[in-house]
């Protein structure tokens, strides 16, 4: 391969695989390929998919079909798919769009490098995924997008059966890395100059490895010096336990931010999602961690619309936003996945009425998230800055330890330190702040 050879990658979807493809950047830059800022410019296009929805599919879809001039007015150019839909579609991808050299499954992303330098000398186009539940790591480091917070991924794979989701089938079972693995990349971190990670995986709760659980594993990443702050997603309800519960209260690195996905809030609609937890539960759960940590902040992932949703069900979704006050939350409209449990059922709740589901669920949420902030004002607040406001260039943007966006007026000087606001407006996705003194 020259030396020259540069790559363009093309990222959709969730943090994880915001993180493969930092995983995959890393690779191709230890063999010597380098990014190109256009990917008309690039020798190999790499698309990294999301399937979780088939919007996010279409997506991904439109933007392959995009690059196919490309590949017509140099047809040295390499384009490959990765990830989720890859592992989803294999072979059949080839077919579907000639101008795509090799399709590569999210447990096999470690291997592109070396697929590339093949595929340039025999011209052959690839389907490599055959690694779906194996352990998996790169040998590289990745080459990350923030020099500030990154991400660590603690675990592959989903062993759990929520009845409308891809992921299982796109990610593969369930497999932990070893934790004194974890911990080595993290002091690296650490070492140099990272001050936040953000572990990953998609049930952080039953992570285990050896005699290492979640709150074990946390307990180590806590033990890092350098590290201010650690925050991890996503933690599965029905798995939360009290272990981990002291651990972020005892351990201050340990952000006292929980983003604990509750889906919906009518038992009927969380039984056939095969959640493993009912609205008391999740009610129970979220009072037991405000109880243990005062200020927690708590967020959720929601879903309407889902098969045989009817307003009552919807109700027990809108009463369990009433009930429980989540500081934020990501709402979703179902999408049938084909494969999965759910999608033998009857897509049967009209268009309409998801939107309409969805827009009155946001707004009782909105309210709430408003008033949760509204209150803030007045409060203290130690806030990491990021880096400027991406509305102003004159404001900078941090955030608190539960996660709360805040603008700020000051000095670039101040990007990278942890300072003392005092909140002094809240919206429902926004907070506001200036600066005092620590003692002031
Ligand atoms: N593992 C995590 C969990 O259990 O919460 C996240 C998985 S998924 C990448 C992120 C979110 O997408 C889920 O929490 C869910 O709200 C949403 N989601 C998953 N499948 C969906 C579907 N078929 N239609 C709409 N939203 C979906
Ligand atoms: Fe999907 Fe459920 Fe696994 Fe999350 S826990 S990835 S929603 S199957």
Known sequence: MNNHSSYFLI????????????????????????????????DAILVNTCVVRRSAEQRALGRIWQLAPLKKARPDLLIGILGCLAQKDGQALLKRYPHVDFVVGTR??????????EIRQTRERVVCIEDIDKPMSFTAEPLRQNSLKTRVTIMYGCNNGCSYCIVPATRGREWSRPAADVVAEVRGLAERGWREVMLLGQNVNSYHEGSH?????????????????????????????????????????????????????????????????????????????????????????????FPGETEEDFQGTLELARAVRWDSAFTFIYSTREGTPAAAWPDDVPPAVKKERLQRLIEVQEKISTEINEAMVGSRQKVLVEGPSRRSNEMLMGRTRGDKVVILAGKSSLIGQTVALKITRGTAYTLFGEKVNHDG
Request: charged fraction near 25%; charge should be negative; proline fraction near 4%.
């Open 11 to 42: 990222t959709y979807g969730c943090q994880m695989n915001e993180s493969d493809s930092e995983a995959v950047a890393g690779d191709l830059a230890a063999r010597g390929w380098q990014a190109a800022s256009r990917e008309a410019d690039a």
């Open 108 to 117: 096999d992303l470690p291997k592109i490098g070396t697929l590339l330098g």
């Open 213 to 305: 659980d979640f709150a074990g594993l946390l307990r180590l990443v806590a033990g890092v010096e350098g590290i201010e702050r650690i925050r991890y997603v996503t933690s599965h309800p029905k798995d939360l336990s009290d272990r981990l519960i002291e651990t972020v209260a005892e351990t201050p690195a340990i952000c006292e931010n929980f983003h604990l996905p509750a889906q919906a809030g009518g038992d009927r609609v969380l039984a056939r999602m095969n959640r493993g937890y009912g609205q008391a539960d999740y009610l129970r759960l979220t009072e037991k961690i405000r109880r243990a940590i005062p200020n927690a902040a708590i967020s959720t992932d929601l879903m309407v619309g």
